[in-house]
């Protein structure tokens, strides 16, 4: 970020803060020059979730110019430099070109490369390496093209080759051969939103079998991850990964159904959308989040700016081209360090990876070192009111229709799949999770004949297990009962009457 942008920015936004401090919505503009200069010290870190890894606030990710590379830009030097910065938490993936192959190169100026000269394993223990497969099957699938998912490899690659692939362009030779000792922290399972593709991902994981056709993504990954042959995909046992997660952009329901069919706490993070417009679409943080948090995962928060939509790019899906890269915060809006601020400061987010541009020598228009500058903050280090301000900002760019890879806003549900079983000396209430709306949920109210008997606190549904109410109240003529859902605005959804 250069001066000079800095500066025109800064009267812009003077003009629009003004306007604001009027409602009582003004807040902290983009970072000054002089505190860009100052030099970093220690980096904070978060512990990251079941993995215990402490992860850096600010992770590297692996879009961008890693991507789509301008010109005159260097993809290693950035690397390179992110590393020496102290961040400890690389984002790749096998759909993102060229990126992995970069990852390779810096690697090896650093020495993360196992039998390579300058090989530090110290070093290599120090950071965190993830990669992802968008494929769903470990095996077979074929018939099954609305869910099979993509991939960069050749005709047939399945999830297996994806890792084999990561391990070649990171490690190895880019042709298939990797260094003995070369692993990937992580592999995520990319990009989920339908539910026919949770299906497809556990096929087979609880009865793994050689000889049948098909076989789900998770229980490939848990044999390279496990160093076992469960499968008859990994004949030579090999331990190529460290944990498994996943990641969705779009629906919530699905990535909840995805964490609560886990009955062996096999996904250890998920990957998801976290930014200051997230509450105007079917968000996340008050849905996915809070159950992730509740399994002790690693959370890490993605599309802080809308993939460039809070500023310059279209509110659309990148378009491959270098063009489409973000070289400056640009454009009137929220300050960048603010939205950065505002996705590490939701409950349970460990860590967000932001692509990057553009690095430079100097502090005053190196990307990169301002957003790291900007991450420093601690995991309650905003108010409600300034995260309310940010809101009510972001909320007026594009109209808010900057998360084009989120479902569209909905309101908050009754809770779902409510039964009852009356024995006659007491009944059983079920029902699964609601979800949330703009407000986080506070508690479920049991209604019976119309009158209240219980309040019950929210918990996050952790697994497939429906909630239940006993109602002891011994032999009564009860005809009728209603689960309700209230959230912290007090707003109330409810089931239809449920006969007993």
Avoid at 198 to 222: F, H, S
Avoid at 309 to 323: D, H, Q, R, V
Avoid at 417 to 436: F, R
Wanted: glycine share 8%.
């Amino acid at each position: 970020m250069n001066a000079n942008y800095q500066n025109k920015q800064s009267r812009r936004l003077f003009i629009k803060m003004s306007a604001l401090s009027t409602m009582g919505l003004a807040f902290a503009p983009y970072l000054s020059s002089a505190e860009i200069q100052k030099p970093l010290g220690p980096l904070m870190k978060r512990t990251f979730g079941c993995i215990g890894f402490n992860v850096t606030t600010l992770g590297l990710g692996g879009q961008a110019s890693l991507q789509w590379t301008p010109e005159n830009t260097d993809p290693v030097a950035i690397i390179v430099k992110a590393y020496k910065l102290g961040i400890n938490y690389f984002d790749t993936s096998n759909l993102y070109g060229t990126s992995q192959m970069f990852y390779g190169k810096a690697f090896r100026q650093i020495g993360l490369v196992p039998e390579t000269p300058n090989y530090d394993e110290s070093k290599r223990k120090k950071i965190f390496l993830t990669s992802k497969t968008h494929l769903r099957f470990g095996k077979g699938g074929d018939d099954h093209p609305e869910v099979i998912g993509n991939s960069n490899g050749p005709k047939g690659t399945k999830s297996l080759d994806d890792v084999r692939r990561s391990l070649t362009q990171i490690f190895g030779d880019g042709n298939g051969s990797y260094p003995a000792g070369a692993y990937l922290d992580m592999v995520l399972v990319h990009a989920l939103s339908k539910m026919g593709e949770v299906d497809a991902l556990y096929e087979g994981y609880n009865t793994p079998d050689p000889n049948v056709q098909t076989i789900g993504t998770l229980a490939a990954l848990r044999d390279v991850r496990d160093g076992t042959n469960r499968t008859g995909l990994n004949p030579k046992n090999e331990k190529l990964i460290r944990h498994i997660g996943f990641s969705g952009h779009n629906d919530p329901s699905v990535m909840i159904e995805m964490i609560q069919r886990d009955t062996e706490d096999l996904l250890e993070a998920v990957l998801l959308p976290c930014n200051a417009n997230d509450k105007l679409y079917y968000n996340m943080q008050y849905n996915v989040i809070p159950v992730a948090a509740a399994k002790n995962m690693g959370i890490i928060a993605m599309k802080v700016f809308s993939d460039g939509a809070m500023y310059t790019n279209k509110s659309e899906w990148a378009n491959g081209k270098p063009s489409h890269v973000v070289l400056d915060v640009s454009g009137e809006g929220v300050p960048a360090n603010q939205l950065i601020r505002y996705s590490l400061t939701i409950p349970g987010v460990h860590t967000a990876i932001v692509g990057t541009g553009k690095i430079s020598d100097n502090p005053d228009q190196c990307q990169l070192t301002y957003n790291l500058r900007s991450a420093q903050v601690k995991p309650n280090g905003m108010s409600v009111d300034e995260r309310t301000k940010i809101e009510m900002v972001a909320s007026k760019i594009k109209d808010g229709k900057t998360n084009f890879f989120q479902k569209t806003f909905q309101d908050l549900s009754a809770p779902r799949d409510a039964k009852v079983v009356d024995s006659g000396n007491k009944a059983l209430i079920t029902w699964n999770t609601a979800y949330a709306g703009n407000a986080a949920i506070d508690r479920y109210e049991i209604w019976r004949d119309g009158v209240k008997i219980a309040d019950i606190p929210f918990k996050p549904q952790t697994a497939k297990k429906p909630y239940q109410y006993e109602d002891k109240t011994g032999v009564h003529k009860a005809k009728q009962y209603i689960v309700k859902v209230v959230d912290k605005k007090n707003k109330v959804a409810e089931t239809e009457p449920i006969l007993a």
